[in-house]
Protein backbone atom coordinates (compact mmCIF):
# COMPACT_ATOMS: atom_id res chain seq x y z
CA UNK A 1 0.00 0.00 0.00
CA UNK A 2 2.72 2.04 1.07
CA UNK A 3 4.21 1.58 -2.23
CA UNK A 4 1.42 2.45 -3.97
CA UNK A 5 0.63 5.76 -2.54
CA UNK A 6 4.58 6.80 -3.45
CA UNK A 7 3.90 5.88 -6.90
CA UNK A 8 0.91 7.56 -7.08
CA UNK A 9 2.54 10.74 -5.27
CA UNK A 10 5.28 10.82 -8.31
CA UNK A 11 3.30 10.64 -11.12
CA UNK A 12 1.35 13.67 -9.31
CA UNK A 13 4.35 15.48 -9.01
CA UNK A 14 5.77 14.68 -12.43
CA UNK A 15 2.66 15.45 -14.32
CA UNK A 16 2.71 18.82 -12.28
CA UNK A 17 6.26 19.48 -13.56
CA UNK A 18 5.21 18.46 -17.30
CA UNK A 19 2.24 20.99 -17.18
CA UNK A 20 4.76 24.10 -16.27
CA UNK A 21 7.07 25.95 -19.24
CA UNK A 22 10.40 24.51 -19.38
CA UNK A 23 11.36 28.44 -20.65
CA UNK A 24 14.36 26.66 -22.95
CA UNK A 25 14.34 27.26 -26.54
CA UNK A 26 16.63 26.03 -28.77
CA UNK A 27 17.98 26.57 -32.35
CA UNK A 28 20.35 25.62 -34.74
CA UNK A 29 22.00 27.89 -37.44
CA UNK A 30 23.53 25.53 -39.94
CA UNK A 31 25.72 26.89 -42.71
CA UNK A 32 24.14 24.58 -45.30
CA UNK A 33 26.61 24.34 -48.96
CA UNK A 34 23.98 22.43 -50.75
CA UNK A 35 21.53 25.40 -50.49
CA UNK A 36 24.37 28.02 -49.92
CA UNK A 37 21.87 29.62 -47.21
CA UNK A 38 22.30 30.03 -43.59
CA UNK A 39 19.61 27.75 -42.53
CA UNK A 40 18.47 29.04 -38.78
CA UNK A 41 15.74 26.48 -37.24
CA UNK A 42 14.29 27.90 -33.29
CA UNK A 43 12.32 24.94 -31.46
CA UNK A 44 10.40 26.15 -28.95
CA UNK A 45 8.00 23.73 -26.77
CA UNK A 46 4.14 24.20 -27.88
CA UNK A 47 3.73 24.66 -23.62
CA UNK A 48 5.79 27.76 -23.60
CA UNK A 49 4.96 29.13 -27.26
CA UNK A 50 0.98 29.08 -26.54
CA UNK A 51 1.55 30.97 -23.34
CA UNK A 52 3.93 33.42 -24.62
CA UNK A 53 1.21 34.19 -27.68
CA UNK A 54 -1.29 34.50 -25.24
CA UNK A 55 0.77 37.23 -22.94
CA UNK A 56 2.45 38.57 -26.01
CA UNK A 57 -0.29 39.26 -28.53
CA UNK A 58 -3.84 38.32 -27.08
CA UNK A 59 -5.39 36.42 -24.11
CA UNK A 60 -7.60 34.57 -27.00
CA UNK A 61 -4.43 33.97 -28.81
CA UNK A 62 -4.40 30.40 -30.52
CA UNK A 63 -1.14 28.82 -31.85
CA UNK A 64 -2.30 25.02 -32.28
CA UNK A 65 -5.03 26.61 -34.59
CA UNK A 66 -4.61 29.69 -35.71
CA UNK A 67 -2.41 30.43 -38.76
CA UNK A 68 -2.54 34.13 -37.69
CA UNK A 69 -1.26 33.72 -34.44
CA UNK A 70 1.38 31.43 -36.01
CA UNK A 71 2.44 34.52 -38.14
CA UNK A 72 2.32 36.49 -35.23
CA UNK A 73 4.59 34.21 -33.58
CA UNK A 74 6.96 33.69 -36.09
CA UNK A 75 7.13 37.21 -36.66
CA UNK A 76 7.91 37.83 -32.97
CA UNK A 77 10.60 35.11 -33.07
CA UNK A 78 12.23 36.53 -36.15
CA UNK A 79 12.55 40.30 -34.43
CA UNK A 80 14.24 38.02 -31.36
CA UNK A 81 16.83 36.68 -33.12
CA UNK A 82 19.67 38.64 -34.83
CA UNK A 83 23.22 37.30 -36.48
CA UNK A 84 25.89 39.45 -37.84
CA UNK A 85 29.66 39.25 -39.41
CA UNK A 86 32.13 39.84 -36.77
CA UNK A 87 32.51 43.78 -37.36
CA UNK A 88 28.56 43.81 -36.49
CA UNK A 89 27.41 44.36 -40.28
CA UNK A 90 24.21 42.75 -39.95
CA UNK A 91 23.59 39.71 -42.03
CA UNK A 92 19.81 40.12 -42.89
CA UNK A 93 17.05 36.91 -42.15
CA UNK A 94 14.40 36.06 -44.36
CA UNK A 95 11.47 34.14 -42.26
CA UNK A 96 10.86 31.40 -44.03
CA UNK A 97 7.92 30.21 -41.94
CA UNK A 98 6.75 27.96 -38.89
CA UNK A 99 5.25 24.81 -37.97
CA UNK A 100 3.73 22.44 -35.44
CA UNK A 101 5.53 19.20 -34.72
CA UNK A 102 4.52 17.25 -31.71
CA UNK A 103 5.08 19.13 -28.47
CA UNK A 104 7.29 21.89 -30.38
CA UNK A 105 6.93 24.90 -32.63
CA UNK A 106 8.80 25.50 -35.03
CA UNK A 107 10.07 28.73 -36.74
CA UNK A 108 12.42 29.06 -39.97
CA UNK A 109 14.75 31.52 -41.22
CA UNK A 110 17.54 31.56 -43.69
CA UNK A 111 20.11 34.00 -45.32
CA UNK A 112 22.60 33.72 -48.16
CA UNK A 113 26.10 32.42 -46.83
CA UNK A 114 28.61 35.19 -47.42
CA UNK A 115 31.61 34.75 -49.81
CA UNK A 116 33.89 35.53 -46.86
CA UNK A 117 32.64 35.04 -43.39
CA UNK A 118 35.29 34.44 -40.06
CA UNK A 119 32.89 34.33 -37.59
CA UNK A 120 29.50 35.34 -36.65
CA UNK A 121 27.67 37.82 -33.40
CA UNK A 122 24.11 36.42 -32.47
CA UNK A 123 21.68 37.68 -30.33
CA UNK A 124 18.50 35.57 -29.26
CA UNK A 125 15.90 37.13 -26.22
CA UNK A 126 12.76 35.26 -27.45
CA UNK A 127 10.94 35.24 -24.50
CA UNK A 128 12.80 36.89 -22.07
CA UNK A 129 10.84 39.27 -21.75
CA UNK A 130 7.96 37.85 -20.28
CA UNK A 131 9.75 34.89 -18.49
CA UNK A 132 13.55 36.29 -17.47
CA UNK A 133 14.26 32.74 -16.61
CA UNK A 134 14.21 31.85 -20.41
CA UNK A 135 16.92 30.25 -21.56
CA UNK A 136 17.85 30.42 -25.47
CA UNK A 137 20.75 27.58 -26.66
CA UNK A 138 22.25 28.28 -30.42
CA UNK A 139 24.02 25.59 -31.98
CA UNK A 140 26.01 26.78 -34.99
CA UNK A 141 27.15 23.59 -37.71
CA UNK A 142 28.87 23.57 -40.80
CA UNK A 143 32.01 25.25 -40.05
CA UNK A 144 34.19 22.85 -38.13
CA UNK A 145 33.17 21.81 -35.00
CA UNK A 146 29.40 22.55 -33.00
CA UNK A 147 29.73 25.53 -31.14
CA UNK A 148 27.13 26.41 -28.49
CA UNK A 149 25.86 29.54 -27.31
CA UNK A 150 23.53 29.98 -24.37
CA UNK A 151 21.56 33.47 -23.68
CA UNK A 152 19.70 34.48 -20.57
CA UNK A 153 17.83 37.58 -20.23
CA UNK A 154 21.56 39.57 -19.17
CA UNK A 155 23.14 38.19 -22.19
CA UNK A 156 23.30 40.52 -24.94
CA UNK A 157 25.19 39.55 -28.31
CA UNK A 158 28.09 36.47 -27.90
CA UNK A 159 30.31 35.40 -31.24
CA UNK A 160 32.25 32.46 -32.43
CA UNK A 161 34.93 32.44 -34.96
CA UNK A 162 35.53 29.67 -37.36
Not at 44 to 50: G, L
Not at 109 to 124: D, N, T, V, W, Y
Request: hydrophobic share 40%.
Amino acid sequence: MRGLLSLLLLACCCGQLAAHELKTALSKVLFNPRSGNIEVMHRFYVHDAEHGVKQLFDKNADLLNSEQTQQLFNGYVSDHFSIARLSGEPLPLSLVGGQLDGRFYWVYQEAAIPAEIAGLRIKHNALQGLWPAQINTVNIEGRGAIKTLSFDSKTDWQQVSF
